[in-house]
């Protein structure tokens, strides 16, 4: 037997398959686990429900895993450890509506984004109804959000006022409806979800952060194959429908004629989307 092929059956007997690259060969493991860093109380992109992770996130990295033949392993933490542990190896993907930004990609390889979003604030039905009114009350977010800095950057333009952060959006979400703090500023689709699911919350998602919009994707360690990978798949998900159907599931509707959710759009920075 020549000694080329006793080489491939032993790679397929341990579990491997042996591929050339650039005139080497690689050995990717066939089946491997992928560890998904999360915050797993993001609804309604990714969040616990019934001892599972579930969401649209959850949709669109178990349908990746499906086509590449992976197994996923979610490994729950607060927003800003979501992005460092990505950063230092920790996990494999992190994701939960993180927006690409300068200061990310400088650090970690983003894919094609999956959505585009905006932020707002949400406030109590009967609180503040304008940006104009800040100057003097709390406002909360998620802490190493773009919502907390742009909670920061508006301190010039609206405040003086104070600044909450938390691990956990929801937490905000429950301060706003007890009165100890008089807006969240968050993601708006998160927003407009966690409304629906709460009609008896008193909030309302009735301010919108001007001019704003931001790639949504997920995020991979620098250097990474793992990030062309999902992008390859995730890209045939956006030709055959796949993630046209999982848009439609969480929010009811189609995206609209420019999105990301149908269109393959390369990362971009906030606010700096091109034509489509």
Same mark, same amino acid.
Do not use: C
């Given at each position: 037997?020549?000694?080329?092929?006793?080489?491939?059956?032993?790679?397929?007997?341990?579990?491997?398959?042996?591929?050339?690259?650039?005139?080497?060969?690689?050995?990717?493991?066939?089946?491997?686990?992928?560890?998904?860093?999360?915050?797993?109380?993001?609804?309604?992109? +990714?969040?616990?429900?019934?001892?599972?992770?579930?969401?649209?996130?959850?949709?669109?990295?178990?349908?990746?895993?499906?086509?590449?033949?992976?197994?996923?392993?979610?490994?729950?933490?607060?927003?800003?450890?979501?992005?460092?542990?990505?950063?230092?190896?920790?996990?494999? +993907?992190?994701?939960?509506?993180?927006?690409?930004?300068?200061?990310?990609?400088?650090?970690?390889?983003?894919?094609?984004?999956?959505?585009?979003?905006?932020?707002?604030?949400?406030?109590?039905?009967?609180?503040?109804?304008?940006?104009?009114?800040?100057?003097?009350?709390?406002?909360?977010?998620?802490?190493?959000?773009?919502?907390?800095?742009?909670?920061?950057?508006?301190?010039?333009?609206?405040?003086?006022?104070?600044?909450?952060?938390?691990?956990?959006? %929801?937490?905000?979400?429950?301060?706003?409806?007890?009165?100890? !703090?008089?807006? %969240?500023?968050?993601?708006?689709?998160?927003?407009?979800?966690?409304?629906?699911?709460?009609?008896?919350?008193?909030?309302?998602?009735?301010?919108?952060?001007?001019?704003?919009?931001?790639?949504?994707?997920?995020?991979?360690?620098?250097?990474?194959?793992?990030?062309?990978?999902?992008?390859?798949?995730?890209?045939?998900?956006?030709?055959?429908?796949?993630?046209?159907? !999982?848009?439609?599931?969480?929010?009811?509707?189609?995206?609209?004629?420019?999105?990301?959710?149908?269109?393959?759009?390369?990362?971009?920075?906030?606010?700096?989307?091109?034509?489509?």
């Amino acid at each position: 037997m020549k000694k080329g092929l006793v080489v491939i059956l032993a790679l397929f007997l341990v579990g491997t398959i042996g591929v050339f690259v650039d005139g080497q060969t690689e050995v990717v493991a066939a089946g491997k686990t992928i560890t998904v860093g999360v915050n797993s109380e993001n609804p309604p992109w +990714i969040f616990a429900k019934d001892g599972k992770m579930t969401g649209f996130e959850a949709d669109l990295v178990e349908e990746f895993a499906k086509r590449a033949g992976y197994t996923l392993d979610y490994k729950s933490a607060p927003f800003s450890t979501v992005l460092t542990g990505v950063q230092s190896g920790q996990w494999d +993907i992190a994701m939960s509506s993180i927006w690409i930004k300068k200061e990310r990609a400088e650090v970690m390889d983003f894919a094609d984004p999956y959505y585009d979003s905006g932020i707002g604030m949400m406030t109590r039905k009967d609180g503040i109804t304008d940006l104009s009114q800040m100057k003097g009350k709390a406002f909360g977010s998620d802490t190493g959000s773009a919502n907390e800095a742009w909670l920061n950057d508006a301190q010039e333009k609206y405040g003086p006022y104070k600044i909450k952060s938390y691990d956990y959006w %929801v937490d905000a979400a429950l301060d706003l409806e007890a009165g100890r !703090i008089d807006g %969240v500023v968050v993601d708006d689709p998160i927003a407009l979800y966690y409304i629906k699911q709460h009609p008896d919350s008193g909030l309302v998602m009735n301010i919108y952060i001007p001019g704003f919009k931001a790639g949504q994707a997920l995020a991979f360690k620098k250097g990474s194959p793992l990030r062309d990978e999902f992008n390859k798949i995730q890209n045939e998900m956006k030709k055959d429908g796949t993630l046209l159907e !999982i848009h439609k599931k969480w929010f009811g509707t189609e995206p609209p004629k420019d999105s990301s959710v149908i269109n393959i759009v390369a990362p971009y920075m906030p606010n700096e989307k091109p034509a489509m």
